[in-house]
């Protein structure tokens, strides 16, 4: 029996966009944008230093970087001297000296293995609320890094970020951080009242934990890119452990149509992700995106379902997770890509609790 397959217009236009944008080699979009991984990501383990002692770095230009977030060495070290020039004003060439003194200073060359496996020991992580889960993620969804879920409507995407904004205020013991959580809302999604049954379910006051939440409605991909840079000032003075923007790309996804826009998408989406690891290797916080799909009418047999972003998004997220949904309460979660964990897939329940197994 053939399976009749039926897309509308919207699902052609982003399946063309992602077949050309695999075509571009998304290497050359992130050429200019990769994050330095020589960090030392735990910022108060390395002495305050101040940016006035850089080279070409005056008072007013130190006043117009710390604006913009760039108040510590480590913020200078992984930047690019286009954005010095761009927010400082500095010239080039000081920018560029600028960066290598930053990096000179906080020892950024080559380390052996061993060191590095110290500093991956540091490495917070959350638990989902199943254990079936944790034990596909190693123990959770990890700092430092990017963690995205995809899937289709219903699939349950929201629901681990609600999860994940009562987790990660349990105490270390139960799987939690202690700390609260950044939520940049770009669909509207949000729902405070079922943050609240899960909190409950937690043995938790769900008063104090919606203090401990912060919430940012997103209106277009701008208003979207700038609350992630102001989450930086956030992250400093609220105790910010996780970081979540739910959904990735719907913004992008309206504003760039065809194929005339796709670099300007790509571009600007590859951006924004290099900012968002950044603020996780740099303040040792956790990021959660979700992000929508597409059905791709290439694929004749099998599921052909694909994350929208194309290799901009695949690349800069280090544990991608697809989600499906089966009958009832039950959920399906696909661990497709990790540099350290094997492919697997494992059952789950969403109910009124929250997500358990």
């Given at each position: 029996?053939?399976?009749?397959?039926?897309?509308?217009?919207?699902?052609?236009?982003?399946?063309?966009?992602?077949?050309?944008?695999?075509?571009?080699?998304?290497?050359?979009?992130?050429?200019?944008?990769?994050v330095s991984k020589d960090a030392d990501p735990i910022k108060d383990k390395i002495k305050p230093k101040d940016i006035l002692d850089l080279p070409g770095i005056g008072p007013t230009s130190a006043e117009k970087l710390k604006a913009a977030g760039f108040d510590t060495y480590e913020a200078i070290a992984v930047a690019s001297p286009?954005?010095?020039?761009?927010?400082?004003?500095?010239?080039?060439?000081?920018?560029?000296?600028?960066?290598?003194?930053?990096?000179?200073?906080?020892?950024?060359?080559?380390?052996?293995?061993?060191?590095?496996?110290?500093?991956?020991?540091?490495?917070?992580?959350i638990t989902?609320?199943?254990?079936?889960?944790?034990?596909?993620?190693?123990?959770?969804?990890?700092?430092?890094?990017?963690?995205?879920?995809?899937?289709?409507?219903?699939?349950?995407?929201?629901?681990?970020?609600?999860?994940l904004c009562v987790t990660t205020q349990l105490p270390k013991d139960k799987g939690g951080l202690e700390g609260s959580v950044l939520y940049i809302d770009t669909e509207n999604?949000?729902?405070?009242?079922?943050?609240?049954?899960?909190?409950?379910?937690?043995?938790?006051?769900?008063?104090?934990?919606?203090?401990?939440?912060?919430?940012?409605?997103?209106?277009?991909?701008?208003?979207?890119?700038?609350?992630?840079?102001?989450?930086?000032?956030?992250?400093?003075?609220?105790?910010?452990?996780?970081?979540?923007?739910?959904?990735?790309?719907?913004?992008?996804?309206?504003e760039f149509t065809g194929r005339g826009q796709l670099s300007d998408r790509q571009q600007k989406l590859n951006k924004h992700m290099r900012l968002l690891q950044k603020v996780a290797e740099l303040y040792n916080v956790a990021v959660f995106v979700t992000n929508q799909v597409m059905s791709r009418p290439d694929v004749l047999f099998g599921d052909p379902t694909d994350a929208i972003g194309g290799n901009v998004v695949k690349h800069a997220s280090k544990t991608r997770l697809y989600l499906r949904k089966s009958s009832g309460s039950k959920r399906i979660a696909k661990l497709v890509?990790?540099?350290?964990l094997p492919d697997g897939e494992v059952a789950y329940n969403v109910t009124e609790k929250g997500i358990e197994d």
């Open positions: 029996m053939k399976k009749e397959k039926i897309m509308d217009n919207e699902e052609n236009n982003d399946f063309v966009n992602e077949t050309i944008d695999d075509s571009l080699d998304s290497e050359d979009l992130e050429t200019d944008t990769m286009m954005e010095l020039v761009a927010i400082a004003g500095l010239g080039e060439g000081t920018a560029i000296k600028c960066i290598k003194a930053a990096r000179d200073s906080l020892e950024m060359g080559f380390e052996s293995a061993d060191i590095l496996l110290e500093k991956r020991k540091m490495i917070d992580k989902t609320g199943s254990a079936s889960l944790d034990e596909l993620l190693a123990g959770g969804i990890e700092s430092q890094s990017i963690t995205e879920v995809y899937g289709m409507f219903a699939s349950g995407k929201s629901q681990w970020c609600f999860q999604s949000f729902r405070p009242e079922r943050v609240s049954q899960m909190a409950i379910a937690k043995g938790l006051d769900p008063d104090e934990v919606m203090k401990k939440i912060f919430v940012a409605r997103a209106y277009n991909s701008d208003h979207q890119m700038l609350l992630a840079e102001k989450a930086v000032d956030l992250i400093k003075e609220k105790n910010i452990k996780l970081l979540i923007v739910d959904s990735l790309t719907s913004q992008f996804r309206s890509d990790s540099p350290a």
